[in-house]
């Protein structure tokens, strides 16, 4: 079965700084699909970044990009320029690629990211 | 808005007591699933639907949970004979028809349980 770690339960950043939140997985597919969530206090989640196993290149997305080292299991997430809207719950999910599977997200514990002003 | 959307937000209900959510998914959307978040964990997944056939339910989705999405539309999630264990934040996601990428779920506001 596939597993999704965060080992950083809550990390702390200046405004306009840059913080890396870490995850790692655990999988014996090679097709699969990562993400991070952002879920702000009492607010629906919603994707901040998506990389498919399959792309070499590292996804960006504005302020945030991802460091994918596929052969370590590895999907750290980078804020660059830190932000107070950032201050929120980030969830590492995992998705398997293969057909016929339903496609439900297998979430880490997540990390609590607050920003000082 | 089209996003999606879950009633109620919030239920207060008695251990023993039966209880019924529900999630409306954006409306081109044919894949709907219902995931449960506990405080300080990670959502983790309950149920499936492919328009309205369940095909999937997790473990975690014991005799007393049902769940149902009659014309592939709205989905209904009842827990029947609620316990204490049962409070949680049951949350709803839907995305479209796989593109063979990594298709994003949309999130719904979720419902919050507490079962006294």
């Known amino acids: 079965a596939q597993t999704v770690t965060q080992s950083q339960p809550e990390m702390s950043v200046q405004e306009a700084e840059t913080v890396t939140l870490s995850c790692t997985y655990d999988?014996?597919?090679?097709?699969?699909?990562l993400f991070w969530y952002k879920q702000p206090p009492s607010r629906q989640m919603i994707l901040v970044i998506r990389?498919?196993?399959?792309?070499?290149q590292n996804a960006t997305e504005n302020r945030f990009s991802v460091n994918f080292q596929k052969a370590a299991k590895s999907f750290s997430l980078k804020i660059s320029d830190s932000q107070l809207g950032d201050a929120a719950m980030y969830f590492c999910?995992?998705?398997?690629?293969?057909?016929?599977?339903?496609?439900?997200?297998?979430f880490g514990k997540g990390t609590k990211l607050s920003v000082k002003p | 808005d089209t996003g999606v959307s879950q009633d109620p937000r919030h239920k207060i209900t008695k251990r023993g007591q039966n209880v019924t959510f529900r999630c409306d998914p954006i409306s081109e959307h044919n894949r709907l699933y219902w995931y449960r978040q506990t405080l300080g964990q990670g959502p983790e997944f309950l149920t499936y639907f492919q328009n309205e056939a369940q095909l999937e339910k997790s473990r975690l989705l014991s005799d007393r949970f049902s769940a149902e999405r009659p014309k592939g539309s709205f989905s209904t999630l009842e827990i029947q004979r609620t316990e204490q264990g049962d409070s949680a934040m049951y949350l709803c996601?839907?995305?479209?028809?796989?593109?063979?990428?990594?298709?994003?779920?949309?999130f719904g506001p979720g419902t919050r349980l507490t079962v006294l």
């Open positions: 990389q498919e196993a399959y792309k070499q």
């Open positions: 999910a995992y998705r398997s690629g293969y057909g016929g599977s339903q496609g439900n997200l297998i």
């Open positions: 996601a839907s995305s479209p028809p796989p593109s063979g990428r990594a298709d994003e779920q949309f």
């Open positions: 999988t014996s597919e090679s097709d699969y699909y």
